[in-house]
């Protein structure tokens, strides 16, 4: 048999290697010849298993997005309306963080090799922005936001400072500066609708922070002035840059999972932070918040409450609770995903389960529940979304897109498997092409050494793809890019991902589900009408 092979084999063809030849050369090491052979043989399936499922499904091999471009141009002069937790980071983001905190990043790579947290801001591009304007009722926070605008250096202690933003005490007075070219709007929930409008109006471009707005008739009063004014909106969902959902677009398109009929997406956190119990700044006192005004858009005033004031979120004066804070991240990355829009009906469940008693709260009692349940029906496009919460267990559920034929794991890392009654996937499973407890289809950005974040809600906000993605390789804040886009969306006279249509669609879906909880009914959007019933 080998001479006849060796007299047939024509000049230039690569000579073929059989199964008695292959275990020959293996047996020339005794113990491991089959051995050997067994891996050499599960290299090549393996291989063309690979080269088969790439041709068959068709993914693009480049990364999900490149870098954009550095804009020369004038500079874009921001003002920034609330400087609390958020704002803090979308300050950074547009790259300009406090001194104490980079002095903090220094200290943690100069401990921890694997800390990059300092490196990362430093290489995060220079959007030439100046700030220009700064607002919050808190003087201590508007204090630091004007120390942050004026770190242009990007500096710890002890650097440069550039010229700092002037405060205003009223988000109206700022606004009507004329060195002011748009701003990003940071304040609690139910500032949002009235101060985005006011920018509208003023003609001043609008980055807002979710949730949206606090009620339906909000939704359509913010969209009413930004068509009108004819600006460019961005809402603050950051996760539009996350590389991994970017693919799943692809994925979606490319039918891996085929034809959708359930969606589930979900909120585990486990901590007081996390249920918006958050720490109260001991010098918040009626002499440094200007009460009156943060209570301005509400129907009912309520006595000066520090516990009101930083933990505004757990009361349905100020904010939306899991709808407009956390449902909305989950909507917003399956409706980039899927673009399902709005539901046709939604309905929703749930309590105040854990962060209800002395414990958490001394002067106050916590409205918004802790434990919540959400299923938004699309009998149109045939399937169904259901979310559910708690925020009192950690457990990671992620996000899963199930279809006739695989479902997919989205999360910063994207994973597909096939159905084992695919019918698109059949033959394959059936020849062993396709196992469908191994993946099909994995995407995983360019992460080289060992993530350093600090805290377990860091961790959380990363392992979903809202801290940081990456782009040709390297980790880069998310925040940071969707600002980038924002502006560069300014200049360039063009839409944003995330822009005022996207917001009127989050926004009216979260209205439903928080309305569905209140009025403990089943809610209906009729899209010809647009109204709810």
């Not at 979260?510 to 009025?519: D, G, L, N, Q, R």
Request: with cysteine; charged share 30%.
């Amino acid at each position: 048999m080998q001479e006849s092979n060796n007299k047939d084999k024509k000049p230039g063809e690569k000579r073929k290697i059989n199964r008695r030849e292959a275990l020959k050369g293996f047996a020339t090491v005794p113990v491991l010849g089959a051995f050997a052979y067994g891996v050499w043989r599960k290299k090549k399936l393996d291989h063309y298993r690979s080269h088969a499922l790439s041709k068959e499904l068709n993914m693009s091999s480049s990364p999900a997005m490149e870098p954009k471009k550095i804009w020369d141009g004038e500079a874009f002069r921001l003002g920034i309306i609330g400087y609390g937790i958020r704002g803090h980071q979308l300050l950074k983001g547009a790259g300009f963080a406090h001194p104490e905190e980079i002095q903090a990043w220094k200290d943690g790579a100069a401990k921890n090799s694997n800390d990059k947290r300092f490196n990362d801001y430093q290489e995060q591009d220079n959007l030439n922005i100046v700030v220009n304007g700064i607002c919050d009722l808190f003087d201590v926070r508007a204090e630091q936001a004007m120390e942050a605008s004026a770190n242009v250096n990007r500096e710890g202690f002890g650097g440069t400072p550039g010229q700092t933003a002037k405060r205003y005490k009223d988000y109206r007075d700022l606004l009507k500066a004329e060195d002011i070219d748009g701003v990003i709007i940071a304040a609690p929930d139910h500032w949002h609708a009235k101060i985005a409008i006011d920018a509208a109006k003023a003609g001043k471009h609008i980055y807002v922070e979710k949730g949206f707005t606090r009620t339906i008739e909000e939704v359509f009063a913010v969209r009413k002035a930004v068509k009108e004014a004819g600006i460019v909106f961005q809402l603050g969902h950051q996760g539009r840059q996350t590389e991994s959902y970017i693919k799943a677009e692809e994925a979606v398109e490319k039918g891996l999972v085929g034809d959708i009929n359930m969606v589930e997406v979900c909120t585990n956190r486990n901590s007081p932070n996390g249920a918006w119990v958050y720490d109260i700044d001991p010098k918040g006192i009626e002499q440094t918040i200007d009460w009156k005004k943060f209570e301005e858009p509400c129907e009912v005033k309520h006595p000066f409450s520090p516990e009101r004031f930083f933990r505004w979120r757990c009361w349905w004066d100020y904010g939306t609770g899991l709808s407009g804070d956390l449902l909305t991240h989950e909507y917003d990355a399956i409706n980039q995903v899927i673009k399902m829009g709005i539901p046709e009906t939604a309905i929703s469940s749930g309590g105040v389960y854990f962060y209800e008693n002395e414990k958490h709260f001394v002067n106050e009692v916590r409205e918004v529940p802790d434990v919540w349940n959400v299923v938004m029906e699309y009998p149109q496009k045939n399937f169904s979304l259901l979310y559910s919460a708690t925020l009192a267990n950690n457990r990671d559920r992620g996000k899963v897109i199930m279809g006739h034929d695989g479902h997919m794991e989205l999360g910063n890392n994207l994973t597909v498997y096939a159905c084992r009654e695919s019918t698109r996937y059949k033959e394959e499973i059936k020849s062993g092409l396709i196992d469908p407890e191994v993946p099909i289809y994995s995407y995983i950005p360019g992460r080289k050494n060992v993530d350093a974040v600090a805290s377990a809600t860091e961790q959380y906000f990363a392992g979903r793809g809202l801290l940081y993605t990456y782009r040709g390789g390297k980790r880069v804040d998310t925040t940071h890019l969707h600002i980038k886009e924002w502006i560069e969306a300014v200049r360039e006279n063009k839409q944003a991902s995330c822009n005022i249509d996207q917001a009127f669609e989050e926004g009216i879906s979260a209205a439903m589900a928080t309305i569905s909880y209140k009025e403990g009914r089943k809610i209906t959007w009729d899209k010809d009408k647009e109204e709810i019933s």
